[in-house]
């Protein structure tokens, strides 16, 4: 059964630092999905991940898998309040057709 | 652009009672989810849908909920029999090729959230 694991689960930071968000998954898997959600909403999508050394970057976020390691990163670089929100990693197992999702980190950037 | 409609935005019904949430998913997409997320907590997996079956499903998908896509355009979850744990946010999403095609990618809808009393 896949397993995904995010680390911290809370980060509070102040606006213009840098932090990094972990993901861990348990079994092989080429993709790995990134979404945003803001308190009460939907779930926006970040990133998708294809494949091994894949690195994507939007604005100040910017996100890498590494498959051997089954790790995948959320870079945030110079943080502003609006990045204020809980982000997921997600990954699937081979075949399947549904996402597991991390437990989510929820992140605070204060001013 | 394209989106994800999702309705009602929020129900409230009583323990026992049936509840339907609708979707309609971008017109040109095969696949089809429903994911709920209980309030602070993370988001689970409860089916896929394709070709007009189920493809997967998760041990909360129980004898209690059913799936459906009455005409081309609406997909349905159906509760059957509602308990006070069900209460949750259900998300419908919809993908053009499935996890494994092209893009892989996901579009969620806003959102239906499910009060049961």
């Known amino acids: 059964e896949l397993k995904v694991e995010q680390n911290p689960l809370f980060l509070s930071m102040q606006e213009g630092k840098n932090y990094t968000i972990y993901c861990n998954y348990s079994?092989?898997?080429?993709?790995l999905y990134w979404y945003r959600q803001d308190p009460g909403k939907s779930l926006e999508s970040l990133f998708v991940?294809?494949?091994?050394?894949a690195v994507k970057q939007e604005g100040r976020l910017m996100a890498s898998l590494d498959t051997k390691a089954r790790l995948s990163t959320l870079h945030i670089t110079a943080a502003v309040h609006d990045l204020s929100a809980t982000y997921f990693c997600?990954?699937?197992?081979?075949?399947?057709?549904?996402?597991?999702f991390g437990q989510g980190t929820r992140l605070t950037i204060n001013p | 652009e394209p989106e994800v409609t999702q309705t009602p935005s929020h129900q409230v019904t009583q323990m026992g009672q049936e509840v339907i949430l609708r979707c309609v998913p971008i017109?040109?997409?095969?696949?089809f989810y429903w994911y709920r997320q209980i309030l602070g907590q993370k988001v689970e997996f409860l089916v896929s849908?394709?070709?007009?079956?189920?493809?997967?499903k998760s041990e909360i998908f129980d004898d209690q909920f059913s799936v459906e896509r009455p005409d081309g355009s609406n997909f349905t979850l159906k509760i059957r029999s509602t308990k006070l744990e069900d209460s949750a946010m259900y998300f419908c999403?919809?993908?053009?090729?499935?996890?494994?095609?092209?893009?892989?990618?996901?579009?969620f809808g806003e959102g239906s959230r499910l009060t049961v009393l």
């Open positions: 999403a919809s993908s053009e090729w499935g996890l494994t095609g092209g893009t892989g990618e996901l579009f």
């Open positions: 079994t092989t898997s080429d993709r």
């Open positions: 991940l294809l494949s091994n050394g």
């Open positions: 997600a990954s699937f197992g081979w075949g399947a057709q549904k996402l597991v």
């Open positions: 017109s040109n997409h095969l696949y």
């Open positions: 849908f394709y070709n007009n079956e189920i493809s997967e």
